[in-house]
Each structure stands twice: as structure tokens, then as C-alpha cells.
Nanobody, 124 residues
Framework: EVQLVESGGGLVQAGGSLRLSCAASGFDFDFYAIGWFRQAPGKEREGVSCISNSDGSTYYADSVKGRFTISSDNAKNTVHLEMNNLRPEDTAAYYC?????????????????WGQGTQVTVSS
């Protein structure tokens, strides 16, 4: 059974930090890209970041570059998203997802598996 389980969300003040984790199981982790998406109420789901476990390439949305860092622990089948200098506009439900192949890391439809999400709330 494929599982993606997010953790680490919570309430933080603006300027603070959170570390999200995505624990994966049930598929060949080393050959998948893992992406983080977020969705705020009334808004479309948007790609935040992605890491390719096959070659280590990383990708970021412009809105989070320089503040968020994605990393992968292949030994533990876990991907982390370190979020620093958080802003109120970062408030959203954050989801991790796994993609076996694709050229558009930011395109939700290209992902095969999804987690249930974790809420991040940044107060001003």
C-alpha cells in the first residue's frame, strides 16, 4: 500500500520557522520525485518545491526561493521541507506528492500519489 504521511505543520508567528516531513512507503522511493504543494482557502493548489530522488535536483516556486529548503533522506524514505522566515501568505494546507516521471514539477496532475496534508498557519 502506497502511503505519504506529512507531519510538522502548526501555528507560527511571522518570521518563524517550521520543518515539514513527508514519510513515504509502498513504492520505489529512489526513483520518484517528491513535491510539496500548498492550497489556501479559495485558492488553487500551487507547487512549492520538488526534489528528484534519482539525481538530487531541486526546484522552488519563486515565492519561496531563499526561504524554503527541500531535502531527502533516502535511507529513511523521507523528504523534509525547511521553511524559514515564514509569512502570513504562506498559510495553507501543505501536501506532499510523488511523481514517477514528468517534466513539470509544479503540475499537480503529473503526480501519482498524494498525502493527506498538514496545516501551516502563520500569524502576523
Amino acid at each position: 500500500e502506497v502511503q505519504l504521511v506529512e507531519s510538522g505543520g502548526g501555528l507560527v508567528q511571522a518570521g518563524g520557522s517550521l520543518r515539514l516531513s513527508c514519510a513515504a512507503s509502498g513504492f520505489d522511493f529512489d526513483f520518484y520525485a517528491i513535491g510539496w504543494f500548498r492550497q489556501a482557502p479559495g485558492k488553487e493548489r500551487e507547487g512549492v518545491s520538488c526534489i528528484s530522488n534519482s539525481d538530487g535536483s531541486t526546484y522552488y516556486a519563486d515565492s519561496v526561493k531563499g526561504r524554503f529548503t527541500i531535502s531527502s533522506d533516502n535511507a529513511k524514505n523521507t523528504v523534509h521541507l525547511e521553511m524559514n522566515n515564514l509569512r502570513p501568505e504562506d498559510t495553507a494546507a501543505y501536501y506532499c506528492a510523488a511523481m514517477s516521471w514528468g517534466t513539470r514539477w509544479y503540475w499537480a496532475e503529473d503526480y501519482d500519489y498524494w498525502g493527506q496534508g498538514t496545516q501551516v498557519t502563520v500569524s502576523s
